[in-house]
């Protein structure tokens, strides 16, 4: 049974009743506040009957709150406190022997407790209704202790039947310790005292005034309350800041001088008192029980003795004249030790701070009573093992070198996250300490130290003429092998390592390897450049670093020290700056551009001139905007007419072709290196040639050639690994003339829809999916224009270098060779009976024409489909499994999230956000990127479908929130990769539809949200989340719109699935979740609530009169398409998902 304990407040006992109540809410159980504020009243301890009583005569107990009832205890309990407090400010007198009879204060009080008991149960008569267990009428029967009497078990005795308040072995133990402890109280009444201080403390003794004992012994006393000593020469330390006010029973006020510790010598050996207060005018030395007993002591007064019962035994005493006398002997050398006020002592109160501190404190007298304090040489052990530090290294420790190569500075940084364009993730420095000029080198490796620091002195001892005496490095295995330090001994260099754990012995390099990196991570910041560019920008860093001043060389910049000459500024650019570069008269026409646009991202290191993405072009042909802040390049636009016009391209796509450059050629001269690229090339040409797609003809004077370039790609498995080397052979489009060397150029695409029902129906039936490839298949589509282009770099025909090439079909990169090949397949394919669907344009049917395709065009037969447009494909006896795991990876990595933490669900639910907050804006190309890249990988992931629409609608000006959530989705994707869509060939096949909508779930314009979800079978294989078009008025009035659009995208498929063979007699089954909604698309009439909505948003009508559509109510707890809507809590976010077939390969294996 929960009952207050005497020891415990009000407070304590109410929050553990709380937390018992709470536990028993939680498990389903009704526990009213009415029942607690009965428990709280029966429970707390007699001294709270009589406001017990006083509550229950004032208030009603069915009203009275938890709150109010709380309060009421707590006041009467601080009533309580402070009279107990009067009471401990009066004399405390000794009792004589034997057992004394109770005063009449105590009998007063005890007849108080007992009327106010006796108040209280009469108070609580009649308030409830006759008990029907126990016959009594101030309680109900669920509250009925007797009821449950026969269980309860005392804590006392351990016997049932009784609770330990009432238990009458407790009472009689009781009975026999308060008549023990009287036989032992002295006869003679003592005069009682105590002491009090600045804190209220109460220090009570008792003491015999003139007693003829020494002044070394103590007297053992249980009515005082802290030790107290009369002698100074007894105490080994002392605090006398410590005043104390001592007042004896007649009034008398005596004063304490300190407070410190003791030394007593007993048979056991020295011992020390502490907290014992030095009161000279005292006639004795006082031992205080209490505090003996908070120390841990035990004492025991039997039979005329006080004593330790413990095995340590300390001392036993014989009582004397009533009392109890102990007779140390006085320690002799104590007092030589003994210090007026011990800085240590100071020392460790103010939390170990430093002596001189303090006494410049004291000194100042910033504080009150701040006793006079003398520097001393002691050591504080926990100060030693708490702050010891290092001793701070000077700048001028070390002698500087006088001469060139004297002594060098190396230092490695790295690992680099993110590896450069050339796949380093390491940089070495080393600086010469008389010139302070600097040289940087990339590396792979750690393990390649050495042979950079072979080739560094090779060059820096030719240069200078010099040779290296001394290397300064750090203690790590790259420069502590055995191969580098056999080679600098081999060379006469005295290597010089540092201390393990003290990089301030090599600071020139540690300083420089932070400046290097401060300086590129500002560049590239400034750029908004990947991090793969950090190599660019750390050699730059270099090449800046030596032309600037450094307070080591004094009057000169180290290239000045090194090279003896002042270095020219004038070619010094903006790093990631628009340049344009020149174009050589060889490599142009008359009328061609003389500059191509490119990016300044270094300066030349074996020619005089700038690096730009890589390439060095040599000599002063580029150009840099290096004055102005260039966030975008130009390039030629479509026009109507002859004039052109600058047509702004992001920055980031440009910085995203650079990057390109660490797996794939970036140009023609690149790929020349490398025989797989050229086997590609010759393969393309062959292809072009057989499949007549040029001939070489005179260059005509009437027409321009358009220029053409090689284009270089590594088709990738979807694991990962390499497929094949792609060279394409491209025109630049861009350079066309609408209306002269193009027209129409729209070509159709398939859907994603379609794809994903033609999967769904082949696993309902069964059937096996196929895929060919057909090889450069814009090289098959017939040019209705006369186009002529230059010769391929690198391939152009001996003693024919001027001709060109006219196209008989087309090129990639021609802006109408979309076209020119879908009019050729279509043309084809209907001249083989081919029938092309009406709803969908790149839909054909025929039973059998693979062997037809194949003897047309030169085409590979890839056998059953594994990989198309992207998509990974999985044909398992049970059923077809797609996904996009290899995509979803691609992700991660280029947004640099592959080693992030995963989430359970893409969006936080109920987080709005807005076009409009005031956070700092994000580069808009990024998140752009960002939102495109999650767009497509929908094809196989409706669960990224709701995601991926909300986050799109910020992306004219995106924020660091919307970054944030967009980086959300990325990291569930991390923990889902392997998720795509299962579609089983178990099932019966039949068109159905899920389609909701939120309300006003825009924070902008109010606007509400469509989604719906579409099924063939199992599996979803259409789905779309998109804003509504006008701002719905109700919540019925939002779905009955959504439900409109969900219906047409349903008729359009039945077209889709009756082209296929499928005849949809049945009606599609639409589920809304809204019964509202259904009404008003079933029922024509138009009403006051619905004649504001448009016309063409009725449309639903009538395909729920002809039958088409049928609206089925359904729970919103099998809603499915809520998925599409609005973020979700994890649990129904994860039944939904599941719901739409979105799963893991390996669960259907394993099934």
């Given at each position: 049974m929960l009952k207050m304990q005497e020891t415990e407040t009000i407070h304590q006992y109410t929050n553990k009743l709380m937390d018992v109540v709470n536990r028993i809410r939680l498990h389903g159980e009704e526990f009213p506040d009415r029942r607690l504020v009965e428990k709280i009243i029966v429970s707390v301890p007699d001294e709270f009957e009589s406001k017990i009583s006083a509550i229950?005569?004032?208030?009603?107990?069915?009203?009275?709150?938890?709150?109010?009832?709380?309060?009421?205890?707590?006041?009467?309990?601080?009533?309580?406190?402070?009279?107990?407090?009067?009471?401990?400010?009066?004399?405390?007198?000794?009792?004589?022997?034997?057992?004394?009879?109770?005063?009449?204060s105590e009998s007063n009080k005890t007849n108080g407790y007992n009327q106010a008991y006796q108040q209280h149960q009469q108070s609580r008569k009649g308030r409830f209704p006759l008990c029907c267990y126990c016959r009594k009428s101030n309680h109900e029967e669920k509250d009925c202790w007797f009821k449950g009497k026969s269980q309860i078990q005392c804590r006392f005795c351990k016997k049932y039947g009784h609770i330990e308040k009432n238990c009458?072995?407790?009472?009689?133990?009781?009975?026999?310790?308060?008549?023990?402890?009287?036989?032992?109280?002295?006869?003679?009444?003592?005069?009682?005292?105590?002491?009090?201080?600045?804190?209220?403390?109460?220090?009570?003794?008792?003491?015999?005034?003139?007693?003829?004992?020494?002044?070394?012994?103590?007297?053992?006393?249980?009515?005082?309350?802290?030790?107290?000593?009369?002698?100074?020469?007894?105490?080994?330390?002392?605090?006398?800041?410590?005043?104390?006010?001592?007042?004896?029973?007649?009034?008398?006020?005596?004063?304490?001088?300190?407070?410190?510790?003791?030394?007593?010598?007993?048979?056991?050996g020295t011992k020390q008192i502490t907290d014992v207060m030095f009161i000279p005018?005292?006639?004795?030395?006082?031992?205080?029980?209490?505090?003996?007993?908070?120390?841990?002591?035990?004492?025991?007064?039997?039979?005329?003795?006080?004593?330790?019962?413990?095995?340590?035994?300390?001392?036993?005493?014989k009582m004397v004249e009533n009392i109890f006398p102990l007779d140390f002997e006085k320690v002799q050398h104590c007092f030589s030790t003994c210090k007026t006020v011990d800085e240590n002592l100071w020392h460790k109160r103010y939390g170990h701070f430093n002596v001189k501190g303090l006494k410049y404190m004291q000194t100042h007298e910033f504080v009150r009573d701040l006793t006079e304090l003398h520097l001393t040489n002691s050591v504080c052990e926990s100060c030693q093992l708490g702050k010891m530090h290092k001793l701070p290294f000077l700048v001028n420790k070390f002698l500087r070198a006088t001469q060139k190569l004297e002594l060098v500075h190396t230092d490695i940084c790295g690992p680099m996250r993110t590896p450069s364009l050339s796949q380093n993730r390491y940089f070495i420095l080393f600086i010469d300490d008389f010139t302070r000029m600097t040289w940087v080198y990339f590396l792979d490796s750690k393990g390649q130290a050495l042979p950079v620091f072979e080739k560094f002195k090779a060059l820096v001892e030719n240069q200078s003429g010099c040779r290296i005496k001394k290397l300064r490095s750090d203690n790590r295995k790259e420069y502590t092998s055995?191969?580098?330090?056999?080679?600098?001994?081999?060379?006469?260099?005295?290597?010089?390592?540092?201390?393990?754990?003290?990089?301030?012995?090599?600071?020139?390099?540690?300083?420089?390897?932070?400046?290097?990196?401060?300086?590129?991570?500002?560049?590239?910041?400034?750029?908004?450049?990947?991090?793969?560019?950090?190599?660019?920008?750390?050699?730059?860093?270099?090449?800046?670093?030596?032309?600037?001043?450094?307070?080591?060389?004094?009057?000169?910049?180290?290239?000045?020290?090194?090279?003896?000459?002042?270095?020219?500024?004038?070619h010094w650019k903006v790093f990631g700056s628009i340049c344009y570069n020149h174009v050589p008269t060889a490599k142009r026409g008359k009328l061609d551009e003389k500059a191509e646009i490119g990016i300044f991202i270094g300066y030349g290191t074996q020619a005089k001139g700038y690096k730009d993405a890589g390439k060095i072009e040599k000599g002063s042909n580029k150009q840099c905007e290096a004055g102005s802040d260039v966030a975008s390049s130009s390039e030629i636009a479509e026009v109507d007419d002859d004039s052109s016009i600058l047509k702004t391209k992001s920055l980031?796509?440009?910085?995203?072709?650079?990057?390109?450059?660490?797996?794939?050629?970036?140009?023609?001269?690149?790929?020349?290196?490398?025989?797989?690229?050229?086997?590609?090339?010759?393969?393309k040409l062959s292809m072009i040639e057989k499949n007549q797609t040029w001939c070489l003809v005179p260059k005509p004077n009437d027409k321009k050639p358009i220029g053409v370039k090689w284009v270089f790609r590594t088709k990738l498995n979807p694991d990962g690994s390499i497929h094949k080397h792609k060279a394409r052979l491209v025109v630049k489009g861009y350079a066309q003339q609408p209306g002269v060397d193009y027209g129409e150029t729209y070509a159709p695409v398939a859907r994603h829809d379609t794809i994903r029902l033609l999967i769904a129906l082949a696993a309902n039936l069964g059937w096996k999916l196929?895929?060919?490839?057909?090889?450069?298949?814009?090289?098959?589509?017939?040019?209705?224009?006369?186009?002529?282009?230059?010769?391929?770099?690198?391939?152009?025909?001996?003693?024919?270098?001027?001709?060109?090439?006219?196209?008989?079909?087309?090129?990639?990169?021609?802006?109408?060779?979309?076209?020119?090949?879908?009019?050729?397949?279509d043309h084809y394919l209907m001249s083989q009976g081919f029938r092309r669907s009406t709803e969908e344009a790149t839909l054909y049917l025929l039973e059998q024409f693979k062997k037809v395709m194949m003897q047309k065009f030169a085409m590979t037969d890839l056998g059953e489909t594994k990989y198309f447009l992207g998509l990974e494909v999985q044909q398992l006896s049970k059923g077809i499994f797609i996904c996009q795991r290899k995509y979803a990876l691609d992700i991660l990595k280029k947004f640099e999230m592959e080693n992030c933490k995963p989430v359970a669900t893409p969006l936080v639910q109920n987080e709005k956000?807005?076009?409009?907050?005031?956070?700092?804006?994000?580069?808009?190309?990024?998140?752009?990127?960002?939102?495109?890249?999650?767009?497509?990988?929908?094809?196989?992931?409706?669960?990224?479908?709701?995601?991926?629409?909300?986050?799109?609608?910020?992306?004219?000006?995106?924020?660091?929130l919307h970054l944030v959530a967009a980086k959300r989705v990325l990291r569930y994707i991390k923990g889902t990769y392997e998720l795509g869509l299962w579609f089983d060939n178990n099932q019966q096949g039949r068109l159905q539809g899920y389609v909701d909508s939120d309300w006003a779930g825009s924070m902008e314009d109010m606007i509400s949200t469509t989604g719906y979800v579409f099924s063939f079978g199992s599996g979803s294989f259409s789905w779309n989340s998109k804003k509504q078009d006008v701002v719905a008025q109700s919540t019925a009035e939002a779905k009955y719109l959504a439900a409109g659009a969900a219906a047409n995208h349903a008729v359009w498929l039945r077209m889709v699935l009756e082209e296929l063979g499928f005849n949809q007699i049945e009606s599609c089954v639409l589920n809304v979740d809204n019964m509202s909604a259904i009404a008003i698309a079933q029922n024509p009439v138009q009403h006051g609530r619905t004649k504001h909505i448009k016309i063409e948003y009725h449309v639903i009508r009538n395909y729920v009169q002809d039958k088409e559509i049928v609206l089925q109510h359904c729970d919103s707890e099998i809603q499915v398409a809520d998925i599409l809507t609005k973020a979700l809590p994890r649990q129904k976010f994860e039944e939904f998902k599941d719901m739409l077939g979105v799963t893991n390969i390996k669960s259907k294996e394993e099934c």
């Open positions: 229950e005569e004032s208030y009603d107990l069915k009203e009275l709150t938890i709150t109010e009832l709380i309060s009421k205890l707590q006041a009467h309990e601080q009533t309580l406190v402070m009279k107990t407090d009067e009471t401990k400010e009066g004399a405390f007198l000794a009792r004589q022997k034997g057992k004394q009879p109770a005063t009449s009458r072995a407790k009472q009689q133990r009781q009975h026999q310790t308060q008549h023990q402890q009287a036989q032992y109280r002295p006869k003679q009444q003592q005069q009682v005292n105590y002491a009090e201080d600045q804190c209220k403390e109460d220090y009570l003794f008792t003491v015999t005034q003139g007693s003829s004992l020494p002044s070394s012994t103590w007297f053992v006393d249980n009515g005082c309350t802290n030790h107290m000593a009369r002698d100074e020469s007894l105490f080994v330390e002392m605090d006398k800041s410590v005043i104390t006010n001592v007042k004896l029973g007649n009034g008398t006020v005596l004063r304490s001088q300190g407070k410190g510790t003791a030394i007593i010598q007993t048979k056991t005018s005292l006639s004795q030395n006082l031992l205080s029980v209490a505090q003996m007993m908070k120390k841990g002591f035990t004492l025991s007064f039997v039979h005329d003795s006080c004593f330790d019962p413990t095995s340590d035994e300390i001392a036993k005493v055995n191969d580098f330090n056999l080679f600098c001994e081999e060379a006469g260099v005295d290597h010089q390592l540092t201390v393990s754990y003290t990089p301030q012995q090599n600071g020139i390099a540690k300083r420089k390897n932070r400046t290097v990196i401060e300086m590129a991570r500002c560049m590239l910041a400034e750029k908004k450049l990947p991090k793969s560019f950090w190599a660019k920008v750390v050699y730059i860093a270099i090449y800046l670093l030596n032309g600037l001043p450094t307070k080591a060389v004094k009057g000169m910049t180290p290239i000045e020290a090194w090279y003896g000459q002042k270095p020219f500024a004038d980031a796509d440009i910085y995203a072709r650079c990057n390109l450059a660490t797996a794939e050629p970036n140009c023609f001269e690149e790929a020349a290196k490398q025989q797989v690229w050229i086997d590609a090339m010759k393969e196929f895929h060919m490839d057909v090889k450069s298949a814009f090289l098959n589509g017939v040019l209705q224009e006369e186009i002529y282009v230059e010769q391929p770099l690198g391939f152009e025909i001996t003693g024919n270098e001027d001709c060109v090439y006219k196209l008989n079909k087309a090129l990639y990169g021609l802006k109408q060779a979309p076209r020119a090949w879908y009019c050729r397949i956000l807005s076009k409009n907050d005031q956070e700092t804006k994000v580069d808009s190309s990024y998140y752009r990127s960002l939102i495109g890249s999650l767009l497509y990988l929908t094809a196989t992931r409706p669960d990224l479908m709701f995601a991926t629409s909300y986050l799109s609608r910020f992306m004219s000006a995106p924020s660091k």
